[in-house]
């Protein structure tokens, strides 16, 4: 951690200065629409992007189609809330039912669509036709797991979705929209809509503004701004009464991870500083999954500085709750072997990472099967242990059953797949 700890509330960055003056310039010149954290806007605007007009759009949409796919890109968090509760309020008179789905945090791509479809199969068999609003895409993948190899699967999973008889909403930040187009396209064709929600909110009690971010920043400024964002957000919850847990996992760890995977590793490190007090607190949070989850989120963002022995106690810790929570061959508890079995991977100590990844691949075989998605990480996982090793001979085998694995459950022409494929090519060189 940093040497000095700094007050909560006392925070001053020079970095995201620019952001605050210049983006007060734009509000004041009307490019972006503002509407009041208290209650709904001061004016109900009906201009492109406002609350009003993409909470009518939708709500059209939802009375005239049976079902399909709306993408709408969105940056205040609290301004996409009160498009939902809008469209809800529209749509109650008709008795059309709008249900909500936030996507877990921190999962791997297989994962995240296997629980997005459970959810979505769900709520279609209870609630035919209704619509479903999809949140929580920036914060939902693993940061192991590189973005666009993990949309490229949501991608190739698109049929899953489409067949049932829902009208769906999936909101993505900016920040994720830039690969999103690329990484999906197929899927990205089928929107029937795609929505751009401008209109911000800002907080009435304080000078602060949560606005979008120019289309024309680069990653890293990008980063800044969702991170801003993100610590504005966290104050105005904290003000509201949100629990620790809450403000860590829905606004302080988003903004870590913004900076983290845009590697803007000064602006990471000033935040972790500033809030190290509140950060060192975890130690002291009543221990549960999510607590456990956030420990992970949080140990990887130091795992990312290359500060390994910060990140190693909180891995340990999310471990050890999980071995309190849970019966010892929990799937859950193989994923806190693997992420800590990963970090010594990196800090070079092969043996303990090793004896991890075996005891990982041992729970998943067991509880999920020898064919399972999840057993092929942690093959490839080890294999790419042994290959760090130079133990070759060993590595070999475990890539060809990860790939045997994915051909199995994907088919042939899935990103896992060519991942698989990949990793024995570069063994063979």
């Known amino acids: 951690m940093a040497n000095s700890s700094v007050a909560l509330g006392c925070i001053h960055w020079s970095w995201i200065f620019w952001l605050i003056k210049n983006d007060s310039l734009k509000a004041q010149e009307g490019r972006f629409p503002v509407a009041a954290s208290d209650g709904l806007s001061r004016k109900q605007s009906t201009s492109p992007g406002s609350i009003a007009e993409i909470s009518k759009r939708l709500a059209l949409w939802a009375r005239r ?10 940056s205040s968090e609290f301004a996409r809330q009160r498009v939902v509760q809008q469209l809800q309020n529209f749509l109650a008179k008709d008795e059309i039912a709008v249900h909500e789905i936030t996507l ?3 999962q791997y791509s297989e994962s995240l669509v296997l629980n997005l ?11 035919p036709n209704s619509v479903v609003s999809i949140a929580g895409f920036s914060t939902a993948f693993n940061s192991r797991e590189p973005l666009p190899d993990a949309l490229r699967v949501v991608n190739f999973n698109r049929d899953k979705y489409v067949e049932l008889p829902l009208k769906q909403i999936w909101w993505m930040t900016p920040n994720l929209m830039q690969t999103v187009i690329h990484a999906m396209p197929d899927m990205n064709s089928w929107f029937s809509q795609r ?3 401008t209109e911000a909110v800002i907080d009435t009690s304080t000078d602060s503004q949560i606005l979008l971010a120019d289309s024309s920043t680069t990653n890293i400024d990008d980063a800044r701004h969702r991170a801003h964002r993100l610590i504005q957000q966290f104050h105005t919850a904290k003000q509201a009464g949100a629990s620790d847990s809450d403000l860590l996992a829905t606004y302080l ?11 803007a590793q000064k602006e990471l490190s000033d935040i972790t500083g500033q809030f190290e007090g509140f950060l060192g607190a975890l130690k002291l949070a009543a221990p549960d999954n999510t607590f456990a989850r ?3 989120r949080l140990a990887l963002t130091y795992e990312k ?3 390994y022995g910060e990140a190693e106690p909180l891995y340990r810790q999310a471990l050890a709750v999980r071995e309190t929570l849970l019966k010892a061959d929990d799937p859950d508890i193989a994923t806190s072997l693997n992420n800590l079995a990963e970090l010594h991977q990196a800090m070079g100590r092969y043996s303990e990472a090793e004896l991890l990844h075996a005891r990982s691949l041992a729970i998943r075989e067991r509880q999920l ?15 790419l242990l042994y290959k760090s090793m130079e133990r070759y001979s060993e590595a070999e085998p475990l890539f060809e059953r990860s790939l045997t694995i994915d051909e199995k459950v994907y088919g042939a022409d899935h990103p896992s797949v060519a991942t698989d494929l990949n990793n024995l090519a570069e063994l063979h060189q």
């Not at 760890?253 to 590697?263: I, K, R, T, V």
């Open 369 to 383: 099967g020898t064919d399972h998605p999840d057993v092929a990480t942690s093959l490839s996982n080890l294999a």
């Open 104 to 106: 877990p945090a921190y």
């Open 65 to 74: 189609d049976p079902k399909g796919l709306v993408r709408v890109e969105y």
């Open 294 to 296: 956030s420990l992970d």
């Open 253 to 263: 760890l988003p903004a870590l991870e913004a900076l983290a995977d845009a590697n």
């Open 305 to 307: 500085q290359g500060r």
């Open 195 to 197: 929505l751009q929600l």
């Open 117 to 127: 479809v459970q959810q979505l199969h769900q709520v279609a068999q209870e609630h």
